[in-house]
């Protein structure tokens, strides 16, 4: 079963994704981890991509899409996977259509979790962390016993720039821009699920379930 995820920044794929890899047992695949793996095995792709990423440049979608490829290779990856944080764009889609077209596979479901902009920007202005150890917080989901001392540690949290509204924002407008025409992308293949993730985390979950089947 090979699976995509799609939603905006802050929908919560990333938490579903990682459910729906120990449900199926099958591996959650996120571009970031296969970047990080690869530098540190120092192989000779991950080599490629952190020449790009030292001068704070995107890795290519060519080099992004053969780490992936690589990636599938691996064992773990024999029944299926998910896929997380790629393709981002259309170009990207139909890269990886192809090459999976070519080993004469394709993707079986592309999962969208949908929340609106309005919800999105709520929770994550809503996020703090810990300057100390890094653990996460919500002031309305998740508070900490004491208001802005983290239960771990006793460090002040923050509120990171990445999770400030205006920032969110300009995510969200990237997300539409570039992302969202995904999603008309996979509903013409006909692997287009879509789940309301303003829903509790269970239920997007028991709806996703039901969508892939046990």
Do not use: W
């Not at 790629?86 to 394709?106: M, S």
């Not at 809503?126 to 890094?134: F, H, L, N, S």
């Not at 923050?158 to 300009?170: A, G, Y």
């Amino acid at each position: 079963m090979k699976i995509i995820m799609l939603g905006a920044p802050g929908a919560g794929k990333g938490t579903q994704a990682k459910k729906i890899a120990a449900e199926y047992k099958i591996p959650h695949i996120s571009t970031g981890d296969i970047f990080r793996a690869n530098i540190k095995n120092n192989t000779e792709l991950g080599q490629k991509a952190k020449a790009y990423m030292d001068k704070g440049e995107l890795v290519p979608d060519e080099l992004t899409l053969d780490l992936i490829m690589d990636r599938f290779k691996q064992p773990d990856c024999e029944n299926g996977y998910v896929l997380d944080g790629f393709p981002r764009t259309i170009p990207q889609a139909e890269a990886l259509d192809a090459a999976l077209t070519a080993k004469g596979e394709a993707v079986d479901f592309a999962i969208n979790v949908e929340v609106p902009d309005e919800n999105i920007i709520n929770r994550m202005s809503g996020r703090r962390a810990c300057v100390g150890c890094g653990a996460t917080y919500h002031i309305k989901y998740n508070p900490t016993k004491v208001e802005g001392i983290c239960d771990v540690c006793g460090e002040k949290l923050i509120l990171r720039d990445d999770d400030k509204p205006e920032t969110v924002k300009n995510r969200l407008s990237v997300y539409h821009e570039q992302t969202q025409p995904l999603i008309d992308f996979y509903a013409k293949k006909n692997v287009l699920a879509e789940v309301d993730g303003t829903k509790d985390m269970e239920e997007v979950f028991e709806d996703i379930v039901k969508i892939l089947g046990k």
